[in-house]
């Protein structure tokens, strides 16, 4: 359930980051369509000076677009890289979880492997069959 939870998150802030992007490149365009009429009205006034000028906005407009798409791709990596590592914790902690269940239900019959139930008798330190028994058989004779 926390897996779905976490990949639910994930695809959110990806159609997110997705949103952002478009919105910011129709801006772009905007400003570059408004820059282009302009130019146009401008060299019909016939004031070459201004087009320089003009050609200049839309160069540095251009380097702002690249700049924004490369920061975008770099946040979306990083995103990616966070939910790749919060995803194999989360597989960690449970693979652990599992091999500590494995270890505390299973009878130490001397060697403290999980050998399963039958293995030995009852553990005590003598008498009856048993084996001596690893600490935990040891402890609850004594107790």
């Known amino acids: 359930m926390e897996v779905v939870m976490l990949v639910l998150k994930v695809m959110a802030m990806v159609i997110v980051v997705m949103v952002v992007i478009v919105m910011e490149v129709v801006i772009v365009v905007l400003k570059v369509m408004a820059m282009v009429i302009g130019v146009v009205v401008i060299v019909m006034m016939g004031k ?18 690249v700049m924004v798409i490369v920061m975008v791709m770099v946040v979306m990596i990083k995103v990616i890289v966070v939910v790749i590592m919060m995803v194999m914790e989360v597989m960690v902690v449970k693979g652990a979880m599992v091999v500590v269940m494995e270890v505390v239900r299973g009878h130490s019959c001397g060697d403290g492997g999980n050998v399963g139930v039958g293995a030995c008798d009852d553990g005590y330190a003598s008498g009856n069959g048993g084996d001596g028994g690893g600490y935990l058989s040891w402890l609850w004779w004594w107790w």
Do not use: L, R
Not at 48 to 64: D, Q
């Open 48 to 65: 070459m000076v201004m087009v320089v000028v003009v050609m200049m906005m839309m160069m540095i407009m251009m380097m702002k677009m």
